[in-house]
């Protein structure tokens, strides 16, 4: 699987976030909370929803499953105002990122495994300290073997 290497401009979102682990994973309780209120921001460019993680400076150098990060379920706006109670906004900034198009079950971490343990070793990038994303769109179904998204790792070039 070749991924599209992608540079973004800055994105504004507005959305809920959670902190958790690998070996605590809120994902379930991020997104039980925040889909039902989504309707409730305004300015949405899209009905996209982003899952991004925000991990802390050397987490996958010394990757432990227990380490805490920020998990954020988010749509993109084109303004972040009038945010809705018990939600913030989140400033994605601009940067280098490889775009793994992905379908399978979300549950199914063996393309994790690929990226980092097979992709990456392999390609002429490495993992830069800026946050994950997924894109959960129109094509997304939660626990459906078909379900498509788009896995967005942040790179940059190697020395």
């Known amino acids: 699987m070749t991924p599209r290497i992608v540079i973004i401009d800055e994105k504004k979102f507005i959305g809920k ?17 925040f889909m039902p209120r989504r309707k409730e921001i305004i300015n949405p460019l899209s009905a996209d ?5 925000v991990y802390p400076t050397g987490y996958f150098t010394q990757f432990n499953p ?4 920020t998990k954020w379920a988010l749509l993109e706006v084109s303004v972040a105002v009038d945010i809705p109670n018990e939600m913030e906004s ?63 790792i942040p790179v940059k070039h190697k020395p």
């Open 66 to 69: 227990s380490t805490n990060f």
């Open 17 to 33: 976030k959670l902190t958790m682990s690998l070996a605590n994973n809120k994902t379930f309780e991020l997104f039980s909370n």
């Open 49 to 53: 929803v982003f899952d991004l993680q």
């Open 90 to 152: 989140f400033i994605l900034p601009s940067g280098l990122y490889a775009v793994f198009d992905y379908k399978g079950l979300s549950a199914d971490k063996r393309i994790y495994n690929y990226i980092f343990e097979t992709w990456v070793p392999n390609s002429n990038y490495l993992i830069d300290d800026r946050p994950h994303f997924d894109i959960l769109g129109e094509k997304y179904k939660n626990n459906d073997p078909y379900s498509e998204s788009e896995i967005w």
